[in-house]
């Protein structure tokens, strides 16, 4: 018999490609708007507070804010620097990580206890404690002050201290409770298998994986206490324990206002905190975005 003719296998021809869509992403005019409306509300009154502090008292007060400064001096940041600024900084400063060793010293194992701890009375705890968030300074301060009294702690750094970790501690948990519930479960379910006690599952896990939270606290809380007027006001009386908002008085009196001192004082006091705030401001919004988590 013959054998049949073999037949030649053609190759499947390649699928054919889709023509992929270009798309073109519309712009929003009114985000734009609202972003240049915001930028110039932003920086117009940065802008002429820099102007004001360069300019000298009389045209300060003549000359319009929004124009250049003509002749600019520096000798409204030379009597602000002479006049005790590095004290009023000192103490700032020492309220300011006083308040945030506290404020990380007792948030961290709360919001811990809060995500790890199951029960009723743990989630009611958290939740009476998150009160204080409602609770403003002003409605408390004539208590404190009696109990600040009570405790020989009046015009001292630590009746500033101590108010200002107290208010600045609800806000800090809610954070921390947010980052800590991203946690997986199976993590702290493998290190109880090799025998972690709690405390170890905190400061080797919790803690590494939550530091965009803690972060964020760090910087809540060292702005309360460097921007704090109120405690500082009603707590402390003499030059000793006084702090860089209360330091603001000194370009104060009763026949005028020293405008371009108290505005290059501003300014000055706010580099070290901006100076902080770009180091670490993406840890501040990664731990934002983790509040109100799971």
Known sequence: MPRPAKTEERPTPPPPRRRRKHWTKRGNPVSGLGSVIWLAIVIVPIYAMLSASLTSQDKALTGNPLNPPTSPTLDNYNTV?????????????????????????????IAYVAVRTRNRWSGLAFRLF????????QAVVVPLYLL????????????????????????SVL????????VSEELYEAMALDGASPQRMLFQLAVPLAKGGISTVVIFAALQAWNGFLFPLIFTQSDGPRVLTLGLFNYVSQFGVNIPALLASVVL????????????RRALIGGLMGVGGK
């Not at 900084?89 to 945030?100: F, R």
């Not at 600040?148 to 501690?169: C, E, G, H, Q, R």
């Open 81 to 109: 620097l002479n006049s005790g600024f590095g004290h009023l900084l000192s103490n700032t400063a020492i309220v300011a990580v006083a308040v945030v060793a506290i404020v990380l010293g007792l948030s961290v194992p």
């Open 130 to 137: 998150l009160l204080g968030v409602a609770i403003p300074a």
């Open 148 to 171: 600040i009294a009570k405790l020989n702690l009046y015009d001292s750094l630590l009746a500033v201290i101590l108010p200002t970790a107290a208010f600045a501690m609800p806000v």
């Open 175 to 182: 954070v921390l409770v947010g980052t800590l519930r991203d």
């Open 269 to 280: 006091s706010g580099i070290p905190i901006f100076a902080v705030y770009l180091v670490a």
